[in-house]
């Protein structure tokens, strides 16, 4: 079965830093794109970050460049995020996305992981 | 404020079509083919339902159709069913710095 699971979420104060991780299964992880998008608590989806095959190639929405770092290791079916500096708008639901081959479409979702940036 | 303008909730009736549009500009929904809609019902997260304006993938109900006109894209559910209750998102590639964007989310209601 194909399969993403994130962890990691959690409570974290204003500036602190959290790292999320998706582990793959069912497919293989390292012919994929893979994103995070994330969803604040009553709101819309928002993309966050993509990552090439190889980790060569990432790219940011403006909010969090800088701040936030997207990674992946393939001998391990996993995907990070990495963020630093947390503000309260960084408060959301952090879903593992995998990019379909061939466009920008996001195939297959993990259940998401919380978090809120909350003094 | 989102990228993409989609009305904020549509309704009909049960076996009745309803389409919902996803407004942008020539920089992402006018200017490439990489149109997609998800559903995303309470507590779950999003699916995939039409991906490059007008493909469903596997397992996705013929009912379920897209397609695109200038700036806009647009949705149709035809034979509405009650678990087509959910809200629905479309999202585009952008040429700009934010490589892809979202629509801010349409609620569908079967009455």
């Known amino acids: 079965e194909v399969q993403l699971v994130e962890s990691g979420g959690g409570l974290v104060q204003p500036g602190g830093s959290l790292r999320l991780s998706c582990a793959a299964s069912?497919?293989?992880?390292?012919?994929?794109?893979m994103s995070w998008v994330r969803q604040a608590p009553g709101k819309g989806l928002e993309w966050v970050a993509n990552?090439?095959?190889?980790?060569?190639?990432?790219y940011y929405v403006d909010s969090v460049k800088g701040r936030f770092t997207i990674s992946r290791d393939n001998a391990k079916n996993s995907l990070y995020l990495q963020m630093n500096s947390l503000r309260a708008e960084d408060t959301a639901v952090y879903y593992c996305?995998?990019?379909?081959?061939?466009?920008?479409?996001?195939?297959?979702w993990g259940q998401g992981t919380m978090v809120t940036v909350s003094s | 404020q989102s990228a993409l303008t989609q009305p904020a909730s549509v309704s009909g009736s049960p076996g009745q079509s309803i389409t919902i549009s996803c407004t942008g500009t020539?920089?992402?929904?006018?200017?490439?083919?990489?149109v997609s809609w998800y559903q995303q019902h309470p507590g779950k997260a999003p699916k995939l339902m039409i991906y490059?304006?007008?493909n469903r993938p596997s397992g996705v109900s013929n009912r379920f159709s897209g397609s695109k006109s200038g700036n806009t894209a647009s949705l149709t559910i035809s034979g509405l069913q009650a678990e087509d209750e959910a809200d629905y998102y479309c999202?585009?590639?952008?040429?700009?710095?934010?490589?892809?964007?979202f629509g801010g989310g349409t609620k569908l209601t079967v009455l």
């Open positions: 996305a995998r990019v379909r081959e061939g466009d920008d479409a996001f195939d297959i």
């Open positions: 490059d304006v007008s």
């Open positions: 999202s585009s590639y952008t040429s700009s710095s934010t490589l892809i964007v």
């Open positions: 020539s920089s992402d929904v006018g200017g490439y083919n990489y």
């Open positions: 069912g497919f293989t992880f390292s012919s994929y794109w």
């Open positions: 990552i090439k095959q190889d980790g060569s190639e990432k």
